[in-house]
């Protein structure tokens, strides 16, 4: 279980600090509280940074459609090894 109660502002501020890790691979935030806003921090996080993340897990969050497709273009978004 990777629960940390990250909600929506938790994810805006955890992915203002994504920048300084362009490094980042794998990043587990299951079991918490992200949304459709924190889904779309997480797009303009990576939209701004060229990120190498190839595992990305997020399941048992309360992401709905919209959260869907801003995750959605941040992954393509995403350069690929």
Do not use: P, W
Request: proline share 0%; with cysteine.
């Amino acid at each position: 279980m990777n629960q940390c109660d990250l909600d929506d502002e938790g994810m805006r501020l955890f992915c203002l600090g994504l920048g300084v890790n362009s490094t980042l691979q794998v990043l587990s935030l299951k079991n918490n509280k992200i949304g459709d806003a924190g889904a779309k921090a997480f797009e303009s996080a990576f939209a701004q940074e060229k990120m190498r993340l190839t595992h990305l897990y997020l399941s048992k969050n309360q992401i709905g459609d919209e959260g869907a497709k801003a995750l959605a273009r941040a992954l393509r978004s995403l350069k690929l090894s």
